[in-house]
């Protein structure tokens, strides 16, 4: 009979519902950092986003610095939180230790929120990069133990 490790009843697929779910809805959210900035600062990046006839002298720009940063912040979350996800489906196959596979979920998530917030107040260097680095660190953790178990 084989194991089912994509059940409830299995408490790292259980972790790892939480902790991926939550990574993109983060991730999800950060869209609407995105929108808040371009409302705020009133840089729209498309003609038909002006309302028309309200503001003239606004014109279409993908060069606001506030409104970059928040979507660089975003960008790095799809380029890191896709991969934790993918890696993590494939990481649960192997049947990892309980204790060790949270700590890897955990970690993950949060450094990216560390990561979000170091890019956004923004903290001095090497805050973002640390963040950034321990969430890479969990990932390839995962992504070595898989590749050791299955050569």
Not at 113 to 118: E, S
Request: glycine share 2%.
């Amino acid at each position: 009979m084989s194991t089912l490790y994509y059940t409830l009843s299995n408490t790292v697929f259980r972790s790892f519902l939480f902790y991926a779910v939550a990574s993109v809805l983060k991730m999800m959210l950060m869209s609407l950092l995105t929108s808040r900035q371009r409302f705020r600062k009133k840089a729209f990046a498309n003609p038909e986003d002006i309302k028309p006839g309200k503001e003239k002298k606004i014109q279409p720009t993908t060069s606001d610095p506030d409104v970059e940063r928040v979507r660089r912040n975003h960008l790095n979350d799809i380029e890191n939180v896709i991969p934790f996800v993918l890696i993590g489906f494939c990481y649960i196959a192997c049947n990892p230790d309980p204790n060790i596979a949270l700590w890897h979920f955990r970690v993950f998530f949060f450094s990216r929120l560390f990561h979000t917030f170091a890019y956004q107040i923004p903290l001095p260097q090497p805050s973002r990069a640390l963040g950034f680095i321990i969430g890479l660190v969990a990932t390839v953790s995962m992504a070595i133990q898989i590749l050791l178990q299955v050569y």
